[in-house]
């Protein structure tokens, strides 16, 4: 007989297993046991040139204005309509609730869509590829390709081994999980794969194996689905992502962090006066016989730089020392914005520097503080730009749609727990991070194999390589890039 509490017990279990069927990855640079022979490098795609994290290694920006900016050849190329397709991707992004409101569940498992008329025509959507890179820079690392990989390999009486770890987290448990947006992932190894060994992982639905419909915005390192085919286009931000921004982004994740070069004191200091770079009576640094600051009584260093101030108990206007604790143990910023901030399209420079005020919070001996600091911004933390990728003759790399330095600037926080080369991370995302998109122009494919002399224009691939467009669900054409060329132009190139 079935009872009633039977089915309680059934139905929560699988309520329980439901909610962990999701899960996030985070990027970092290369540990040193992620090798190229164990697929960490060329050439299997990755994540920003990086390697999945585990947990408390995460990289992340930590100021909470982060600025983009267009070269001349970007805007050139591409155009007005070129850049508002950037600024789209970058708004879903902005769109996003500060860390500790979002609820993931308020996002879907599924956001990839195609364009038939696009697919049939090999465009690739400009505002989608620009998603992926800008989601991936801010700390994420592709769930599908890291759910399970490769640890170590080594051979003993002619057996090789392996040793597979997992580097995805459920978003709510925290929990190693194979799952992303829903679907169960399962890997098997291959060696050699491309002369390296890998952790190849596949969903364990055939259907998903077709077409990964619940791939996050994050994947783009995956072998199976590397990059966003043409015709597909993304409608923002999946469950997962969401999940793995927050989890880095929350203000109660404290991390070891130092700040980055271009910041400095903003005043602040005794009594709530100018001066040094605290907040209240002995919150940071400083002497009590000088303006400003207050007394240490934590173990950090301090960084330093001398401006205008004044406050305190003394009062009036002085030189200052404008101290702030640095490195400190600092608080997610819970919410990152993107501000343009414009190149001179005609001589390609940025305008001029300028400078940005924020207060943060670090903690120290056990007690939470703030202090008020100033970023001077000399150039966009993303510059987007334009170029030919190609390479010369003997080029054997393929089209090559985007090249990216993203993430090149990692700033690991190992040594600063007191054990230099034991941790990964956690560390800083810092700038500049330049996006190129290849303007080659369409690439036509034509092969010679063995007894063939001669290729004619017939013999050819006639869907061309890298043309980037921007389409989305609707009846409208896809635009295409250069914006000096249309839709039906590209049309006449393909028969």
Do not use: C
Not at 102 to 109: H, K, T
């Amino acid at each position: 007989m079935f009872h009633s509490k039977t089915f309680l017990v059934i139905l929560l279990g699988l309520i329980t297993f439901a909610k962990s069927q999701h899960a996030f990855s985070l990027s970092g640079p290369l540990a040193p046991w992620q090798t190229a022979a164990l697929g960490y490098a060329a050439p299997i795609p990755n994540t920003n040139g990086g390697g999945p994290m585990n947990l408390d290694e995460e990289y992340r920006w930590n100021v909470p204005t982060v600025h983009y900016g267009f070269t001349a050849d970007f805007l050139n190329f591409f155009g007005v309509r070129g850049a508002e397709e950037i600024e789209k991707a970058i708004a879903v992004l902005n769109d996003l609730p500060e860390a500790d409101n979002i609820v993931i569940d308020d996002y879907p498992l599924e956001s990839v869509r195609v364009n038939h008329r696009a697919q049939a025509l090999g465009i690739v959507d400009l505002k989608t590829r620009a998603l992926q890179i800008l989601t991936t820079s801010m700390g994420l690392a592709d769930p599908i390709r890291y759910a399970y990989t490769l640890r170590n390999r080594w051979v003993d009486n002619n057996i090789t081994n392996y040793l597979v770890t997992m580097r995805n987290f459920d978003p709510e448990t925290w929990d190693y999980s194979p799952f992303v947006n829903g679907t169960l992932y399962t890997y098997q190894v291959i060696d050699p794969f491309e002369g390296i060994a890998l952790a190849l992982n596949t969903a364990v639905d055939p259907l998903d194996q077709l077409f990964a419909r619940t791939r996050p915005v994050s994947a783009v390192s995956s072998l199976t689905t590397e990059e966003m085919p043409a015709g597909g286009f993304l409608t923002g931000l999946t469950r997962d992502d969401v999940a793995g921004l927050k989890y880095i982004y929350r203000s109660s994740n404290y991390n070891t962090e130092t700040a980055l070069g271009d910041i400095s004191g903003a005043g602040g200091g005794l009594l709530g006066g100018g001066g040094g770079g605290g907040s209240g009576l002995a919150d940071f640094p400083g002497i009590v016989t000088s303006p400003g600051g207050g007394t240490y009584d934590f173990p950090f260093l301090i960084a330093t730089n001398t401006v205008a101030g004044g406050g305190g108990n003394l009062g009036g206007q002085a030189t200052a020392t404008n101290a702030f604790i640095n490195p400190a143990l600092r608080a997610g910023k819970n919410k990152i914005t993107f501000l343009r901030s414009d190149y001179d399209s005609l001589i390609g420079a940025f305008f001029q520097p300028f400078t940005v005020r924020f207060s943060e919070t670090v903690r120290t001996n056990d007690l939470v503080r703030s202090q008020s600091l100033i970023r001077t911004v000399i150039e966009p933390d993303y510059i987007f730009d334009a170029a030919d990728l190609q390479g010369a003759d003997a080029f054997a790399g393929g089209p090559v749609g985007v090249e990216q330095t993203l993430n090149a600037g990692w700033l690991s926080s190992d040594e600063f727990d007191g054990v230099t080369g034991d941790d990964a991370g956690p560390g800083i995302i810092t700038p500049s991070k330049r996006i190129t998109f290849n303007n080659v122009g369409p690439l036509f494919l034509n092969q010679q194999g063995a007894g063939v002399f001669f290729l004619r224009e017939g013999d050819i691939n006639t869907t061309p390589f890298i043309t980037w467009g921007s389409f989305d669900g609707t009846t409208n054409a896809p635009i295409v890039y250069p914006d000096k060329i249309t839709i039906e132009d590209l049309e006449r190139l393909v028969r």
